[in-house]
């Protein structure tokens, strides 16, 4: 690695009183204590862990840049190319453009730059950095594992989605650009032709595109629901081992595989969302669904699921919770400026998202003008919550029409796989980081053998997902695994660092970092908005609960008893460990108490004996 532990000048000197103890400045440089912009107490928090004769050795990013590419290729995933311009659709357009730009103000920025203080201050992962702050919520740590490694059940499957189109735009001809083919049936219409010769279709009609992706990639004609899942799909469970192939050879060695390859991955995205924006403003109608993409219809702002799938949208997009940012930040230096990374990273995660609703929303103008309809609805597909079938069935229909349809598809889903890849490599480094961190001597010196383990685990529950009806399972876990819990995790978050460490510990904790301490906005935020923001998505999401349902697939009444099954599966973690730990620990059940909500002995936190010579709560 570029910067090695003997390279950090935090040292104990080993003569007594023969030289003043030195710190960093932001240039890295040692200066005198006296001189320095750290208190006494933060330097001994910041040298804490180099008390050893034998410095633990962590790695380190080998260049700033790695990390920042990390993060956001972390944050910047498939959900602001599919997920932000289909909410965007649902909610009238431009008036959801307001609640999500101040739920990303006052809820996102905080929750994501809160995150990276505690990974890069503590420098440990989801599961040990709970001692370090509250040891009774140590549950949350192994509850952000098992949410990961749901996800990755399903969010990898999409991902060989796109390696399968990928495969399949090597051709001639796109394969869903007629439908002379196998796999289609006498619906198959090719609405684009037909409307070009005035022809009319029925609402049961669907396009190639469509079927392609139904009948043929998915043949999820063949599973009549969630209780027939039906064979696994070879074709894409082919896929989805080239993709499991790809993360393991990116985390076997932690950031110094990882760190290389976003240097691709987090990069060719935007060439290509540069490429498909010249591309789709140039086409005809263009202009029709950038319109509707820019104009509010201000009646949809009283209506209270806006804000929510508002709050949803920019909580999921920055990810806080899924442990990911507090992984990939407790690999920095400790007095690496991460207050203008959260920055960095937020801007360029919603000039994504809205700059990838200019690239959906100009080719669904230009669809609705070829289709010679006047709704930009018209011209979408009824799909899952997700609105997956935005990405691969009408912008895959729309690549069929473009000159040079098999080169834009090529790089189209290029992309695809690059965004999903960055996002991939982040939830799973927050388990690995986790579990290395926790049990150093039996996985973190056999790193690569867990990789090995835990991705093969990933895989085995994935190919559920690859079955003729694993699309019904996917809607279901999305909607249950991560939902509910993961704001409950977040919420417990807030509340624990602002609540039982302190805010005014924590404040401490951002000035010994950067010099300085956070404002008036950032304590309001932590202690009362983030919160209050996590508190709305959760009784929101409870009022709002309906059936779920993929195209004309309505879930039956049971899976919604599975989905809470899975939901409280990770999030009764959290009290089964503190029961554990409250029994456990030695003392009165006052002592047991107040042992319990202060941080540990040992590691780099401050220990607990110190805390009492503190003058913060």
Known sequence: MGNSEKDVPYKKSSKTNSKKPTVPDHNGNAISESKSLLSRRNFSVASSEFSSDEPPKRERWAHKFEFLLSVIGFAVDLGNVWRFPYICLRNGGGAFLIPYFLMIVFGGIPLFYLELILGQYHRTGCISIWGKICPIFKGVGYAICLMALYVSSYYNTVIGWAVYYLYSSFAYELPWATCNHSWTDSRCLDKINAAAHNQTWTNDTQSPAQQFFDRHVLEVYKSTGLGDLGPPRWQIVLCLFVVYFILYFCLWKGVRSSGKVVWVTATFPYIVLFILLIRGAMLPGASIGISYYLSPQWHLLAKPTVWLEAATQVFFSLGPGFGTLIALSSYNRFDNNCYRDAFITSVVNCLTSFMAGFVVFSVLGYMAHLLNKTDIEEVTTPDS??????????????????????????????????????????????????????????????????????????????????????????????????????????????????????????????????????????????????PLFVSFMIVMSFIFTSNLQYGDYIFPNWSTWIGWAITLSSITIVPVYALYKFIFEPGSPQQRCFSLLRPEVGGQAQPRESLAMTSVP
């Open 385 to 530: 919550p997700t609105g997956v079938g935005l990405l691969f069935v009408v912008y895959g229909q729309a690549l069929t029409t473009f000159s040079g349809s098999v080169f834009f598809s090529i790089i189209f889903f290029l992309m695809i796989i690059t965004l999903g890849l960055d996002s991939s490599f982040g939830g799973l480094e927050a388990v690995i980081t986790g579990f290395s961190d926790e049990y150093p001597e039996t996985i973190g010196k056999h790193r690569e053998k867990f990789v090995l383990g835990l991705l093969s685990v990933s895989f085995l529950l994935a190919l559920a997902t690859t079955t003729q009806g694993g699309v019904y399972l996917m809607t279901l876990l999305e909607v249950y695994a991560t939902g509910p819990a993961i704001m409950t995790v977040v919420l417990l978050e807030s509340i624990s660092v602002t609540w039982f460490y302190g805010i005014n510990r924590l404040c401490e904790d951002i000035k010994a970092m950067l010099g300085f301490g956070p404002g008036i906005f950032w304590r309001v935020c932590w202690t009362v908005i983030s």
